[in-house]
């Protein structure tokens, strides 16, 4: 496709559940990126995969949070367990350049909407 | 600690006048600043970059001034329109790291 594609765009979980957001980042780019953004917040930052290696996951807030990236293109963000402070918009992005921050244009998906009740 | 902070929450302007946003950092040396433009249930969307080499930045009626001893970027936006009411986040980029953001200017132009 021409952009960034997230699915579902609205989640509504009950407490306990396991979610999984799926990303089709924009064909042939390298670089992916999950970002989470609460109301009223910046994204920040999840976690980043450069073809199908996983190089930083430090933003992961717990071992709940589970992201993965097996052939290099599409991506899936598990969250186990969901909790009401999962609440939140998860953003996908991309890049066709493998060095990030090296002013790299970055390509934001619309977002899925979690909602944990 | 490390911080980037964006001027206010909200800024409020009249159609036709210049729109100014300020992005402040302090414990960090990024090499580039970008700017995006967030609209609502919408993912951010890539406006401008700037290197730390660099002092200004246009396109269009946008302008970006980036100041590394200040610490701090300004966004313009010159003769503004109701259509550029959306809130602008600045990030910054360090070597090796992802964009870090900030928590955003929510922008509103009346007409």
């Known amino acids: 496709g021409a952009g960034v594609s997230q699915s579902p765009r609205y989640k509504v979980a009950k407490r306990g559940q396991d979610v999984a957001l799926r990303c089709d980042p924009i064909s042939g780019h390298v670089s992916l990126f999950w970002y989470q953004q609460a109301l009223g917040q910046g994204p920040e930052f999840l976690t980043y995969?450069?073809?199908?290696?996983?190089?930083?996951k430090s933003g992961l807030p717990s071992d709940r949070f589970f992201a993965e990236r097996p052939e290099g293109s599409v991506s899936t963000l598990k969250i186990q367990r969901t909790q009401q402070e999962d609440s939140a918009v998860y953003l996908c992005a991309s890049s066709a350049m493998a060095n990030i921050g090296s002013g790299n244009t970055i390509y934001f998906g619309e977002g899925s909407w979690l909602t944990v009740v | 600690s490390q911080k980037i902070e964006q001027n206010s929450e909200a800024l409020n302007i009249q159609e036709g006048k210049t729109a100014t946003l300020t992005c402040n950092y302090t414990n960090y040396s990024p090499a580039y600043l970008q700017w995006y433009r967030q609209d609502p249930g919408r993912g951010p969307v890539f406006l401008l970059l700037i290197r730390e080499n660099e002092k200004e930045k246009r396109k269009e009626r946008l302008k970006v001034t980036f100041d590394t001893t200040l610490k701090q970027s300004l966004f313009h936006i010159t003769a503004s329109q109701p259509a550029d009411s959306a809130t602008y986040l600045c990030?910054?980029?360090?070597?090796?790291?992802?964009?870090?953001f900030g928590k955003g200017t929510t922008l509103s132009v009346s007409s």
């Open positions: 995969f450069q073809n199908e290696a996983q190089l930083d």
């Open positions: 990030a910054l980029e360090q070597a090796g790291t992802a964009l870090i």
